[in-house]
C-alpha cells in the first residue's frame, strides 16, 4: 500500500517514447503516473485527453504525464496516433509495477466479479515521495483535482 510521505516504489517500464521510462529519470519534477485498464475503451479515452488537454498546465507546474496499462507498446502507439496524446504510455505487462501502486485488485462490473486494474492516478513529487494518491477515480473532474493538488503541496 502506498503512503503519503513515503518514497514511491521505483520502476522501469517499456515507454511508447521509445526505451524505458524510469521513475528516478523525472527527479526534481512532479510525476504524475496513472494506472488505466485498457487503451481506446471510453472511460481511458477521455481520462487520457483530459490528461492531455491539461498538459501545458501540467507542464507550467513541473509535471510530467505517465500512463500506464498492460497494453502493448503497439497499442499504445495507435491509441496517442488516434487521439492526438504528447505524453508516454508505459506498458506493465507482468502488472508489477501495478500491483505495487495499488493499482490492481478485485472489480465488480454488472455484478461479475474479476481481477483487473482499479482506475488510480499517483503523485510523485520532485524528492521521490508520494504527494498523493486518488484510488477508485471517476474520471469526469479528475484532472482538474490533479492540478489542484499539486498546487496545493508546492503552496504548502
Same mark, same amino acid.
Given at each position: 500500500? =502506498?503512503?503519503?510521505? %513515503?518514497?514511491?516504489?521505483?520502476?522501469?517500464?517499456?515507454?511508447?517514447?521509445? @526505451?524505458?521510462?524510469?521513475? &528516478? &529519470?523525472?527527479?526534481?519534477?512532479?510525476?504524475?503516473?496513472?494506472?488505466?485498464?485498457?487503451?481506446?475503451?471510453? @472511460?481511458?479515452?477521455?481520462?487520457?485527453?483530459?490528461?492531455?488537454?491539461?498538459?501545458?498546465?501540467?507542464?507550467?507546474? #513541473?509535471?510530467?504525464?505517465?500512463?500506464?496499462? %498492460?497494453?502493448?507498446?503497439?497499442?499504445? *502507439?495507435?491509441? $496517442?496516433?488516434?487521439?492526438?496524446?504528447?505524453?508516454? =504510455?508505459? +506498458?506493465?505487462? &507482468? @502488472?508489477?509495477?501495478?500491483?505495487?501502486?495499488?493499482?490492481? #485488485?478485485? $472489480?465488480?462490473?454488472?455484478?461479475? $466479479? &474479476?481481477? @483487473?486494474?482499479?482506475?488510480? +492516478? !499517483?503523485?510523485?513529487?520532485?524528492?521521490? %515521495?508520494?504527494?498523493? !494518491?486518488?484510488? $477508485?477515480?471517476? !474520471?469526469?473532474?479528475?484532472?482538474?483535482?490533479?492540478?489542484? *493538488?499539486?498546487?496545493?503541496?508546492?503552496?504548502?
Amino acid at each position: 500500500m =502506498l503512503v503519503e510521505g %513515503k518514497k514511491a516504489p521505483a520502476f522501469t517500464l517499456p515507454s511508447s517514447e521509445g @526505451g524505458n521510462a524510469k521513475l &528516478s &529519470s523525472y527527479a526534481g519534477k512532479y510525476v504524475v503516473v496513472y494506472f488505466y485498464p485498457k487503451d481506446d475503451t471510453p @472511460g481511458c479515452t477521455t481520462e487520457a485527453k483530459d490528461f492531455e488537454a491539461a498538459r501545458a498546465t501540467l507542464e507550467e507546474l #513541473g509535471a510530467v504525464v505517465l500512463g500506464v496499462s %498492460k497494453d502493448s507498446l503497439e497499442r499504445h *502507439a495507435k491509441f $496517442k496516433t488516434k487521439h492526438g496524446l504528447a505524453f508516454p =504510455l508505459l +506498458t506493465d505487462e &507482468s @502488472g508489477e509495477v501495478i500491483e505495487k501502486y495499488g493499482a490492481w #485488485g478485485e $472489480k465488480n462490473m454488472y455484478g461479475k $466479479k &474479476s481481477m @483487473g486494474i482499479i482506475r488510480t +492516478t !499517483v503523485i510523485v513529487g520532485p524528492d521521490g %515521495k508520494v504527494v498523493k !494518491v486518488f484510488p $477508485k477515480v471517476r !474520471v469526469a473532474g479528475h484532472v482538474e483535482k490533479v492540478v489542484e *493538488a499539486i498546487r496545493a503541496h508546492q503552496d504548502a
